[in-house]
């Protein structure tokens, strides 16, 4: 069972720690986005599959490179990629180039997938801004993007 490194004890008088807010907003956009992406007619999509397909690149991914981005196991990675397959938003191939490596490569409804995801995660972001502020969201971004943008180090070390 998970405290979230919190006590009964500590928690008084002592904000939340940053990691539980960033959890608890990510899990509400991505449980916000998997709710719309199931009213625009994508049913079964979950946000495990969402998850997953955030991982995928443009292209052709191989599985494991997918399980490593993750931190998950193959096992794991591939029920839900079979899964996705399933609902004809990827497919996987077997890599010519290397033995028992899989390729995940988008199709059609896949793309169409990740454009209206990308549509209402605008305006999933929209309404945050309007949530908490205008100001208060271009700061939060800045910040963000300063520590672990993409032209920062991935590790975790903050931008300098």
């Known amino acids: ?36 992406l199931r009213a625009r007619g994508y049913g079964a999509i979950t946000e ?30 591939s029920k839900t990629l079979r899964e996705l397959q399933g609902l004809g938003f990827l497919r996987l191939e077997d890599d010519p180039d290397r033995r028992n490596q899989k390729l995940v490569v988008m199709m059609e409804r896949g793309i169409q997938l990740a454009l209206d ?14 949530r908490i502020g205008t100001d208060a969201m271009a700061a939060l971004r800045v910040a963000l993007e300063k520590a672990w943008g993409t032209g920062s180090s991935q590790t975790g070390k903050t931008a300098k």
Request: net charge negative; hydrophobic share 40%; with cysteine.
């Open 1 to 36: 069972m998970s405290t979230k490194f919190t006590t009964s004890d500590a928690q008084e008088g002592l904000p939340e720690p940053l990691t539980v807010l960033l959890e608890a907003a990510s899990q509400s956009v991505l449980q916000t986005l998997a709710a719309r």
């Open 48 to 77: 495990p599959h969402l998850v997953l397909f955030g991982n995928l690149d443009c292209g052709a991914t191989h599985a494991a490179q997918i399980a490593q981005r993750m931190q998950m196991s193959r096992q794991a990675i």
């Open 117 to 130: 995801a990308r549509s209402e995660l605008r305006s999933i972001e929209a309404e945050s801004s309007d």
